[in-house]
């Protein structure tokens, strides 16, 4: 149970593109939903916060308007980097959560963002 | 305030020998703990989790934890390591009035032959 699917795994694409990521939670529901971006060799950076229906809670340097989170049901939630750049390039991990700050956080396996 | 410390950044041990990968952790309230597992390019699994319930937390794939309040520890433990533990291990809390997560550094398990 608990499963997270993420798509696509590997992007690779051309500066000034736009890219979608995909997040679902198969088998349960996710009244929360978390975007974290992973840099070689190091811990998750948490990027945006979103619960369905409402506009997602952005961490203190994350541009929204760069990284616009949609969250429109209790199984999707999408991650678009607008007009990407090689600076954007890295690891961008989804989690779900059903319930409270006490249950676990489901991740997806990532994807690796290339933009040349 | 919340944080969390992982106390070795790197372990390496031989294949059927103990792996024990420290964490401490400090919490305003109560908290919830998790230990995730990471191999390379991929997502963070799920090991145990610690939510007040019994302080030592079994596992899946023979992990397991013991919370210790008095010294403020969560420290991951399996008795006989296997070359398919080799990977990056995180730490994590969480408690009441948090929406989000709070890691530790990372602890990168090395098994040897």
């Known amino acids: 149970g608990a499963v997270v699917s993420q798509h696509p795994s590997r992007v690779i694409c051309k500066s000034g593109t736009s890219v979608k990521i995909e997040c679902r939670s198969l088998?349960?529901?996710?009244?929360?939903m978390f975007w974290y971006r992973q840099f070689p060799k190091q811990s998750l950076m948490l990027m945006a916060t979103?619960?369905?229906?409402?506009?997602?809670?952005?961490e203190q340097g994350v541009e929204k308007d760069k990284f616009l989170i949609n969250h429109a049901s209790l199984t999707l939630s999408t991650l678009t980097v607008t007009s990407a750049h090689p600076e954007d390039s890295s690891f961008y991990i989804c989690?779900?959560?059903?319930?409270?700050?006490?249950?676990?956080?489901?991740f997806g396996d990532g994807t690796r963002l290339s933009i040349l | 305030a919340q944080s969390v410390t992982q106390l070795d950044s790197h372990v390496s041990v031989s294949e059927g020998t103990p792996v024990l990968l420290r964490c401490n952790y400090s919490?305003?309230?109560?908290?919830?703990l998790f230990w995730y597992v990471q191999h390379p390019n991929k997502g963070l699994q799920l090991l145990l989790k610690?939510?007040?319930?019994?302080?030592l937390v079994k596992g899946i794939n023979g992990f397991e934890a013991e919370f210790k309040k008095s010294e403020t520890s969560f420290h991951l433990t399996k008795p006989s390591a296997h070359m398919s533990d080799a990977a990056e291990y995180f730490c994590?809390?969480?408690?009441?009035?948090?929406?989000?997560?709070?890691f530790g550094a990372g602890t990168r398990l090395a098994v040897h032959p």
């Open positions: 989690s779900a959560r059903e319930g409270g700050f006490n249950q676990p956080q489901h």
């Open positions: 088998d349960f529901q996710a009244t929360t």
């Open positions: 979103s619960n369905e229906g409402s506009k997602a809670t952005y």
């Open positions: 919490s305003s309230y109560s908290p919830s």
């Open positions: 610690y939510t007040s319930a019994a302080t």
């Open positions: 994590v809390v969480s408690s009441y009035g948090y929406n989000k997560l709070i």
